[in-house]
């Protein structure tokens, strides 16, 4: 089973609300990811979780905050958001013990959550 | 400074011949590549990957080659099918690092 889950699958919010994108897996990954990708765009990394730890912080606005509460879900919290946020979200996860990409393991998504900001 | 490149943002092939994207890297020190597709409106779904040690790796009509003294690699699909027809990313890790991901090459596969 190599699935990752994201909810919600869309969601449109005004730039004054508070909302939250939800990511889980259950394939004993330690390592997850949240992703921002506009379209025909390639993914840019936003935030990386090791062992429910927040890794790596891609110089991210605060107006976005993760979360992670276990080793099977990641948070998204969106707070005051611009309409260039508009985009596809994308959840990731991966097994590598360290945090990082191994040459044994792979990265695998989520189907991601289509956002747009008012 | 991109360090993985997709020169083809497009390519269009008949259903049944051999499709061959490309990817260029300028990082010797990658050593984990990978190939995901992907349809609009969903998350990429990984496809084959290949490790800096082989020159090869084959997964039913998905074979992807490493050149590493030319620092290429290409994924070949045969025969192409018109499910196929996607957008395709290559990326590139260093162990330790994070996944760097080309622009993307938007196949068509035309019945």
């Known amino acids: 089973d190599t699935e990752v889950t994201q909810t919600p699958k869309h969601l449109v919010m005004g730039m004054t609300n508070k909302k939250s994108l939800k990511c889980e897996q259950h394939m004993g990954h330690r390592a997850m990811y949240w992703y921002k990708q506009k379209a025909k765009k390639p993914p840019e990394l936003m935030f990386v979780y090791s062992y429910e730890k927040l890794s790596i912080n891609e110089s991210v606005p605060s107006r976005f905050s993760p979360e992670c509460p276990n080793s099977s879900l990641l948070n998204l919290h969106l707070h005051a958001l611009q309409p260039e946020d508009s985009a596809l979200y994308l959840c990731?996860?991966?097994?590598?013990?360290?945090?990082?990409?191994?040459?044994?393991?792979?990265?695998?998504f989520g189907p991601g959550t289509r956002l747009t900001v008012l | 400074d991109q360090q993985v490149k997709q020169n083809s943002p497009s390519l269009s092939v008949q259903e049944g011949r051999i499709s061959i994207l490309n990817c260029d890297y300028t990082n010797s020190m990658f050593d984990y590549f990978l190939w995901y597709k992907k349809y609009p409106a969903e998350g990429p779904t990984f496809l084959i990957s290949i490790s800096s040690i082989k020159d090869k790796n084959e997964d039913g009509r998905f074979t992807v080659f490493l050149n590493k003294s030319a620092k290429h690699l290409s994924l070949h699909i045969v025969p192409s099918q018109p499910g196929d027809s996607a957008v395709y990313f290559c990326a590139a890790s260093v162990s330790g690092g994070k996944l760097i991901f080309g622009q993307g090459t938007e196949l068509s596969v035309k019945p």
């Open positions: 990731a996860s991966h097994q590598s013990l360290a945090g990082h990409i191994s040459s044994t393991d792979t990265q695998y």
